[in-house]
């Protein structure tokens, strides 16, 4: 990994990508090595919601008490809407 580079990370001299990795990464060299080699060659999409909608549904069916679906809906990057929907559709299933 790292050891095949043999030299220091000189930020100046990184493409534009890999530049903006290694100053996210606070210039943690091990970190920046360690995702480059995870996915280096690879073109990566991060969609804009960061959590998957099924997998908030459960999450939101656990967590909610009754009175919260807007901070749940907050948390999760989902509007209330679609929480007052996944309560609902849940309640109807039951």
Not at 14 to 41: C, H, M, S, T
């Amino acid at each position: 990994m790292q050891d095949e580079y043999n030299n220091q990370v000189i930020r100046q001299g990184l493409n534009a990508p890999y530049r903006k990795i290694f100053d996210a990464v606070e210039e943690n060299e091990q970190l920046f090595w360690e995702l480059v080699e995870e996915f280096r060659g690879l073109q990566v999409n991060f969609p804009v919601r960061l959590y998957n909608a099924e997998q908030v549904e459960i999450l939101v069916l656990n967590e909610y008490d009754g009175s919260n679906a807007d901070v749940l809906a907050q948390r999760y990057g989902f509007s209330k809407r679609w929480v007052d929907n996944v309560i609902s559709k849940n309640k109807q299933d039951n």
